[in-house]
């Protein structure tokens, strides 16, 4: 009688503290409440002027040339949204289609550069 009284104290004791001792692993709205940068106001940037900001630190553009390089993503987003939303081609395809406007975007954005940009 008394191992059986023991043995339960002891359930009794250890079950709370593995209960407690588990982790919430759901994924709510609440994770994300503040947006991904954990700041209420501040939206998401999109491409095209996370890549003409990139250009401008890196590169030492000034405004004009940050416009043209924003208008430039810009101009290709709408044609990358449709390769990939078109459900009809391949991966390799997609991928090479993309591949091309990247090579296009690059060659607009080198016109604009001066030479010790390029450099």
Do not use: W
């Not at 390089?69 to 101009?75: A, E």
């Not at 949204?81 to 690059?106: C, F, G, P, S, W």
């Amino acid at each position: 009688m008394k191992k059986h009284l023991i043995a339960l104290t002891l359930l009794c004791l250890t079950l709370p503290t593995i209960a407690f001792a588990q982790m919430n692993r759901r994924v709510g709205r609440q994770q994300y409440q503040n947006g991904p940068t954990g700041k209420s106001n501040q939206k998401p940037k999109d491409q095209a002027e996370s890549a003409s900001e990139y250009y401008a630190k890196e590169l030492g553009l000034d405004s004009f040339q940050e416009a043209a390089v924003l208008q430039i993503y810009k101009d290709e987003d709408n044609n990358v949204k449709a390769i990939i939303e078109d459900l009809e081609m391949t991966t390799d395809i997609k991928n090479e289609k993309i591949y091309q406007i990247t090579e296009r975007v690059d060659a607009r954005i080198m016109k604009l550069l001066a030479p010790e940009q390029i450099e």
